[in-house]
T-cell receptor, first 111, second 112 residues
């Protein structure tokens, strides 16, 4: 199993909603990542968890809240988002300090 | 800081043409280098990697060689197919770091 699974694939939410993005991997990887990708741009790193502890937070606004309940799961909780937060949100995982494997992404639209 | 500079696109080629996408990097240590590919509407797939100088990564007919002396990791393919149409990202990660830095991406379109 070499997959990173993200749910949902598409999400439309209002600016007052609370929603969560989910990511799961069963490759035994101990690092997990959230990236944000705007159209025609490269992915931008948001958060890194290493051994279930937050190790990198790239100055992301507090309306994005990551959570790593265990070594296989990664969540991104969303609250009071703005229309400019609409993007493709990518989850990835890796063994520590090696290549990352990406999920298919969640396409988020904030209305 | 670490960075990746990638050839500006878009690139349009005829089927069976030779492909080169240039990538150069700046890093303070000894990075690992990667090429990722993104097909329309999908996530990123690892295409190939190289972890030390003079390593050659290869996969699906694509190749790239880690050149420390020129700080480059150019992607090549001898004969492209329509199915290779995608966006290609060069990326690096520093030894002992969990941060993957991406280039700006190069959109490749292959026409029959």
């Amino acid at each position: 199993d070499t997959e990173v699974t993200q749910t949902p694939k598409h999400l439309v939410m209002g600016m007052t909603n609370k929603k969560s993005l989910k990511c799961e991997q069963h490759m035994g990887h101990r690092a997990m990542y959230w990236y944000k990708q705007k159209a025609k741009k490269p992915p931008e790193l948001m958060f890194v968890y290493s051994y279930e502890k937050l190790s990198i937070n790239e100055s992301v606004p507090s309306r994005f809240s990551p959570e790593c309940p265990n070594s296989s799961l990664l969540n991104l909780h969303l609250h009071a988002l703005q229309p400019e937060d609409s993007a493709l949100y990518l989850c990835a995982s890796s063994q520590v300090y090696t290549e990352a494997f990406f999920g298919q992404g969640t396409r988020l639209t904030v209305v | 800081g670490d960075s990746v500079t990638q050839m500006e696109g878009p690139v349009t080629l005829s089927e069976e043409a030779f492909l080169t996408i240039n990538c150069t990097y700046t890093a303070t240590g000894y990075p690992s280098l990667f090429w990722y590919v993104q097909y329309p509407g999908e996530g990123l797939q690892l295409l190939l990697k190289a972890t030390k100088a003079d390593d050659k990564g290869s996969n699906k007919g694509f190749e790239a060689t880690y050149r420390k002396e020129t700080t480059s990791f150019h992607l090549e393919k001898g004969s492209v197919q329509v199915s290779d149409s995608a966006v290609y990202f060069c990326a690096l990660t520093e030894t002992g770091a969990n941060n993957l830095f991406f280039g700006t991406g190069t959109r490749l379109t292959v026409i029959p």
